[in-house]
Antibody, heavy 121, light 107 residues
Framework: QVQLVESGGGVVHPGGSLSLSCATSGFSFSIYGLHWVRQAPGKGLEWVAYVRFDGVDKRYGDSVKGRFTISRDYSRHTLSLQMNSLRPEDTAVYYC??????????????WGQGTLVTVSS | EIVLTQSPGTLSLSPGERATLSCRASQSLSTYLAWYQQKPGQAPRLLIYDASSRATGIPDRFSGSGSGTDFTLTISSLEPEDFAVYYCQHFGTSLWTFGQGTKVEIK
């Protein structure tokens, strides 16, 4: 079965950096787009970043553009999110999610359990 | 940028009752809309995509309808495990957008 397991969350000071990883299994890694979606404590869902199945097309939400970088490793079947210049408003549970359809999708079919990032002094 | 507005914010119902949740878009979405369920401490789960197609393993008491700017998620008869927060979501013009959520709580 499909598994997505995030790691790397923790507490970081404002202005600091953190790198998240998502280990995947149970599907053909090279044909599905992957996303990061976050949820601030007690709040709704916010899409953060996307990388297409081929790793070429990458997109970011306006709130993280220029600060976060999404990437994928085909040999380890892993998705990553490098987060720089972190702000208190970046505090959230970060989920990785898989596209519903291969080749490029509009929706999120499978989700990890999430990893908590806290930005605080 | 398309804005999705969900209503009501909270729906108080009893098990066995029918739940009707609304998602209104600021511009036409055609039928490119999905619904997710999220329980406390859990990741969201895809229920409905393309406005009316049930995702794999989703019970048929969940149904979606609508097109253009007005969409509805209906739960025909609430089971105890259906009390949760529901989000609508759209993909368009290179970004993915969620509504603010509707909480379905036990009355």
């Amino acid at each position: 079965q499909v598994q997505l397991v995030e790691s790397g969350g923790g507490v970081v000071h404002p202005g600091g950096s953190l790198s998240l990883s998502c280990a995947t299994s149970g599907f053909s890694f090279s044909i599905y787009g992957l996303h990061w979606v976050r949820q601030a404590p007690g709040k709704g869902l916010e899409w953060v970043a996307y990388v297409r199945f081929d790793g070429v097309d990458k997109r970011y939400g306006d709130s993280v553009k220029g600060r976060f970088t999404i990437s994928r490793d085909y040999s380890r079947h892993t998705l990553s999110l490098q987060m720089n210049s972190l702000r208190p408003e970046d505090t959230a549970v970060y989920y990785c999610a898989q596209d519903l359809t291969s080749g490029g999708g509009k929706y999120f079919q499978n989700w990890g359990q999430g990893t908590l990032v806290t930005v605080s002094s | 940028e398309i804005v999705l507005t969900q209503s009501p914010g909270t729906l108080s119902l009893s098990p066995g009752e029918r739940a009707t949740l609304s998602c209104r878009a600021s511009q036409s979405l055609s039928t490119y809309l999905a619904w997710y369920q999220q329980k406390p401490g859990q990741a969201p789960r895809l229920l409905i995509y393309d406005a009316s197609s049930r995702a794999t393993g989703i019970p048929d008491r969940f149904s979606g309808s609508g097109s253009g700017t007005d969409f509805t998620l209906t739960i025909s008869s609430l089971e105890p495990e259906d009390f949760a927060v529901y989000y609508c979501q759209h993909f368009g013009t290179s970004l993915w957008t969620f509504g603010q959520g509707t909480k379905v709580e036990i009355k």
